[in-house]
């Protein structure tokens, strides 16, 4: 079983930065998706940012030119860099990773971190 570890939220002000990672467990062979979202009091999940093996990104148009989504593929590892935070930012932020490891046959995963909270305000 993958599971997944968050870090890095916490209280910032406006204009403030974050960096949030997501470190996956376990004895993976392949990662097909990793991807952030985020669900505000009173709203739906929405997503963030994406990034797929051979590194292409994408981004709501919410946080295009602020966040920047990143992977370390040796320590099955996603990173969201917040910069010039605004106070509809804050949310709770939860990581997902997709992918597969064997145990004699092929086991798909799709996991998801714990949440941590990122409070944007003065």
């Known amino acids: 079983q993958v599971q997944l570890v968050e870090s890095g939220g916490g209280v910032v002000q406006p204009g403030g930065s974050l960096r949030l990672s997501c470190a996956a467990s376990g004895s993976i062979s392949t990662i097909d998706f990793m991807g952030w979202y985020r669900q505000a009091p009173g709203k739906q999940r929405e997503l963030v940012a994406t990034?797929?093996?051979?590194?292409?990104?994408n981004y709501a148009d919410s946080v295009k030119g602020r966040f920047t989504i990143s992977r370390d593929n040796a320590k099955n590892t996603v990173y969201l860099q917040m910069n010039s935070l605004k106070p509809e930012d804050t949310a709770v932020y939860y990581c997902?990773?997709?992918?597969?490891?064997?145990?004699?046959?092929?086991?798909?995963?799709?996991?998801w971190g714990q949440g941590t909270q990122v409070t944007v305000s003065s």
């Open positions: 990034i797929s093996p051979g590194g292409t990104t």
């Open positions: 997902q990773i997709r992918g597969y490891y064997w145990r004699n046959y092929r086991l798909d995963f799709d996991s």
